[in-house]
């Protein structure tokens, strides 16, 4: 099993025991977040963890699909959507290269405190541009310690070593700009909060014209 597997399904209990750390940025982000989303859209989230965001969001949207590594946070979201009696989620065990070499494509997709934890975040924008439809949209929340705290990368290697911390990758605002313009999206949208200047908040939006779904239910 890959490292970053065994490190949050180790973690998931705690993980979803912890409560959010700042509310107002966390409900700033819900509320954009929903600015983009409609009732026809079918949506993607990748790394979502023990399930709290795509809970907000499924009801706002025809289907989510809500997909993360570790099996561990799967079954914790699992039981939470159960709680809750959300219908239309689905929570999956499943990487982004699977969800990549499967035909389904999306309305929107969200990587929410993700991108920074991959090895090749690069790959992993330009597998989510493919998995978008034309006119869909990307909605993606970034620690970015390189602009912010770029002297503790060697607290951050060490650290991982003693599998107390995932493996970090230390990306800027500007390299993760460019990231996203380099696979062809246009940046509609960016926020740093107040409180956590590390964390950088956009949404992009991958050109052409949203085809509407007419199968809307309810
Ligand atoms: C920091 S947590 C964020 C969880 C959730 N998105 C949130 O905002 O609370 C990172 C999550 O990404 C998952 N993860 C790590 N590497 C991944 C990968 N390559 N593909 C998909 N999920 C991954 C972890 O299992 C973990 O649940």
């Known amino acids: 099993m890959d490292s970053s597997v065994r ?3 180790r973690n998931a209990e705690r993980y979803a025991r912890r409560p959010i750390a700042d509310q107002g940025a966390y409900a700033k982000k819900i509320a954009l977040t929903q600015q983009y989303l409609s009732a026809d859209m079918e949506v993607l989230e ?6 709290g965001t795509a809970l907000q969001h499924a009801p706002k949207v025809r289907h989510y699909l809500a997909t993360d590594v570790s099996d561990r946070m799967i ?3 699992g039981r939470r959507s159960a709680e809750a009696a959300i219908a239309n989620v689905d929570f999956r065990v499943a ?3 699977e969800l990549y070499r499967q035909q389904q494509r999306f309305d929107a997709v969200l990587g929410l405190s993700i991108l920074h ?3 090749d975040p690069d790959a992993a924008i330009r597998q989510v541009f493919s998995l978008l439809k034309p006119g869909g949209v990307f909605i993606s929340n970034t620690v970015c310690l390189r602009d912010t705290y770029p002297f503790l990368k060697p607290v951050a290697v060490l650290a991982r070593l003693l599998r107390i911390a995932p493996f970090v990758k230390f990306l800027s605002r500007t390299e993760l700009e460019a990231s996203l313009e380099g696979a062809g999206f246009e940046i509609q949208h960016r926020w ?5 200047k590390e964390v950088y908040f956009l949404i992009a939006t991958k050109p052409g014209r949203r085809q509407q779904s007419d199968q809307v239910e309810g």
Do not use: H, M, Q, Y
């Not at 990748?46 to 399930?51: L, R, V």
């Open 95 to 97: 990487s982004l290269d």
């Open 46 to 51: 990748f790394g979502c963890g023990t399930g």
């Open 75 to 77: 079954e914790i979201a």
């Open 117 to 119: 934890l991959l090895r």
């Open 7 to 9: 490190f949050w399904n």
């Open 192 to 196: 740093v909060p107040k409180t956590s």
